[in-house]
């Protein structure tokens, strides 16, 4: 009976041990974990990827929108710019015509001034109504001077269409040709704009 057992010891200690079912579900189920564990770390990245991406092209959007709205801005300031600009312009022009009518209906005053002060003798220029009259002609070629109105030199300067009216001509040998002999009637010019020609005559 001894012999018996120390052989079936015997046989028991020959034998391997096998791995346990447990021990062999945990080492399949710690691949599988691991496995796990990569593809979810992998749609993680992918999706903080498409994360930025969407982020990207919503600024990208934005900084379009931004540079168009600028753009409008821009060309609108630059047409209000314009805008005002014609608007002076039209207006200065507006104010140029209005002021020609007027200095041009002026004008025919100052001339019976000049003739009617250029007929009084020279002993009768202390008279005090003459003196009053001399007096406001003076004042009104002050104003006419202050808004911008000169006269046009004509006698003694060369003839210019531009400036000169000519309704005779002359032979003199003490004058050279085409110069202005004599005036008729004074001409007048608002800045640089003509308001009246001179009438003139020319000597050949």
Same mark, same amino acid.
């Not at 021990?23 to 979810?40: I, K, L, M, R």
């Given at each position: 009976?001894? &012999? ?14 096998? &791995? ?16 796990? @564990? ?53 207006? @200065? ?10 200095? &041009? ?65 002359? &032979? ?25 020609? @001179? ?6």
């Amino acid at each position: 009976m001894k &012999e018996k057992e120390m052989k079936q010891e015997d046989i028991r200690e020959e034998q391997p041990e096998c &791995e346990s079912p447990e021990q062999e579900e945990g080492t399949v189920d710690a691949g599988n974990v691991s496995g796990d @564990s990569g593809e979810e770390s992998s749609a993680q990245e992918s999706t903080e990827e498409a994360g930025d991406m969407k982020k990207k092209k919503k600024k990208e959007k934005w900084e379009e929108k931004i540079e168009e709205l600028e753009d409008r801005v821009k060309r609108q300031m630059a047409e209000f710019d314009n805008f005002r600009k014609r608007t002076e312009k039209e207006k @200065s022009h507006m104010y140029e015509v209005g002021a020609r009518d007027v200095i &041009e209906k002026i004008l025919p005053v100052v001339d019976n001034f000049e003739r009617g002060l250029a007929t009084v003798p020279e002993e009768q220029k202390a008279d005090p109504v003459i003196d009053g009259m001399d007096k406001i002609y003076r004042q009104l070629m002050t104003v006419l001077t202050d808004l911008g109105v000169t006269p046009i030199e004509a006698v003694g300067q060369e003839f210019d269409p531009n400036f000169h009216n000519a309704v005779m001509h002359v &032979e003199d040998e003490n004058l050279g040709e085409n110069v202005v002999a004599e005036e008729f009637l004074k001409g007048y010019m608002y800045k640089e704009l003509v308001i009246r020609h @001179s009438m003139v005559k020319v000597a050949n």
